[in-house]
């Protein structure tokens, strides 16, 4: 049977329907069954396993990962070499062949708990035993319980030891694994940093392995398990290992003399790397001269056309979607901060018309990949005026945002808060598309991140606006949506809904006219969300509202007769946080602005009220906020009869976000 099934598919799957593994199961757990036969059964099985998908599946109907765990042996004082050892070895290399298979569901290995301790005892049986066991860890750890699972039953301690063994395979499925461990895991992380072996750190270790002189494969994920430390805190990113040996190392991997393989690793560790750190963005633009380099990997293959073999052209297709993948995510990465390093990559051969094409791929990855480098480069003022216009990018940008992904949408939806800025010549154009009514449908998405951007969007696009504008926002969300959104859990949603809400109510007669129609259930809201549990950004926001209420000309009136408002002014202007006391303070300020009409009734008001006397005390405070009128946040003598010159609206922040690497 081996010999028949060693490289021949169809008779695999002849044996299989045949019923032979339910038989060759049985041996291999039948008490009578010598270690020989079972051995020669767990090869065959495993011979079974690598043949086709359906060979898995046929294989883990008949249940054969607790048959082959069952069958193995718990560790014992035996020696070495016992006669068990080359049952072991074949029972764990099929274990290998099907954990390692895309069908085989990972959580397997977690269902039981009792099969991580029992692999864990076989670790130390044989250089074949460690090499299977670590691939199966390094292979199964997908999520952060099983990074917690594997880490409390010693796998970081047990594995360690295993990166200075003799055998190249053994180091580098240790290494795999320590990749896998530390990944977005500061637990793990932090414990790798100090462990020793043989007298050395584990960072040392694996910053020897980044040597030229080793193979590629070892440089890659050692660069990785460095990187994915240092972006979990446990190694600073100004450290040498980092600066001067992990990001050269990345970079050497994107050159063109590197396997396809190795160099979309490479840019995608590197663009993981160096995406939060500016200096490290700043290194890696001038180094090798990368960002030329990285224009290479939209040249492959060179000519589509002239493949015949339909294979060898899927496999082509497939290399250079992940080339322009990799490409598009390192751009990202090293535009995200700098604007020397933005105007570098606009300016390489064709980048604009790459990214433009980037959107309109077939691959949702690549598409994901070129929207973030989008959204990277949109963080220019510059850019956005001049090569975002020159090529209309909001165009394709539009057509992306039309029933795509979550995950593209966010990205994509991030990159039109930038467009819509209001130095951004592209928030015309996107205006008369009709982006309204896609941002308003986004800020009832049930994805925080969705509405958060649709509203972040709202507000750019409602700074400094026509009241047109402004009422087709308020039409296109509804009342309703609106104060759905200012009862948000989510208090970045919140913050951003209060931004939309300042922003519409700016320019008296905008003012006017809005709280004309939706005044009470403005007043409503800022009521309850003064009254509730919120924190001082929140409540600093709500009375900036309320102090661009208190600019307009009717609109005032909404304060000056709701004496439950006059209270919460009153107190948050005797509130223990300045920045709140000042918020007041803009109230009162355009309350009892000298120069409109009924100012002196306003002031008699506010004095019944006891506010007159709260200013009279605070004008004796020796902060110079609130007592230096010549400071713009210098209300108090303002306050007393000066006179305050302007409103104040949110200024839009360009947007940022960051992406994740596997």
Known sequence: MKNAVIGNNKQKANLIVLGAVPRLLYLLQHETSGTELKTECAVVLGSLAMGTENNVKSLLDCHIIPALLQGIPAFTRRRLLSPDLKFIEACLRCLRTIFTSPVTPVELLYTDATVIPHLMSLLSRSRCTQEYICHIYSHCCKAPDHQTILFNHGAVQNIAHLLTSASYKVRMQALKCFSVFAFENP?????????????????????????????????????????????????????????????????RMCSKERLLEERVEGAETLAYLIEPDVELQRIASITDHLIAMLADYFKYPSSVSAITDIKRLDHDLKHAHELRQAAFKLYASLGANDEDIRKKIIETENMMDRIVNGLSESSIKVRLAAVRCLHSLSRSVQQLRTSFQDHAVWKPLMKVLQNAPDEILVVASSTLCNLLLEFSPSKEPILESGAIELLCSLTQSENPALRVNGIWALMNMAFQAEQKIKTDILR????????????????????????????????????DQIMSTHGKQIMQAVTLILEGEHNTEVKEQTLCILANIADGTTAKELIMTNDDILQKIKYYMGHSNVKLQLAAMFCISNLTWNEEEGAQERQDKLRDVGIVDILHKLSQSTDPNLCDKERPEGRLKACLGGHYPEVLVDESLMKTVFFKSS
């Open 187 to 251: 637990q793990v992380s932090m414990t790798l940093v100090n462990v020793l072996v043989d007298g050395e750190l584990l960072p040392q270790i694996f910053a020897k392995m980044l040597q030229r002189d080793k193979p590629i494969e070892m440089q890659l994920t050692a660069a990785k398990c460095l990187t994915y430390m240092c972006r979990a805190g446990a190694i600073r990113t100004d450290d040498v290992c980092i600066v001067l040996k992990t990001l050269p190392c990345l970079v």
């Open 476 to 511: 296109g969300l509804s009342t309703e949506q609106l104060f759905r959104l200012l009862s948000d859990c989510d208090v970045n949603v919140l913050m951003k809904t209060l931004g939309l809400l300042r922003n519409l109510l700016s320019t008296r007669p905008h003012i």
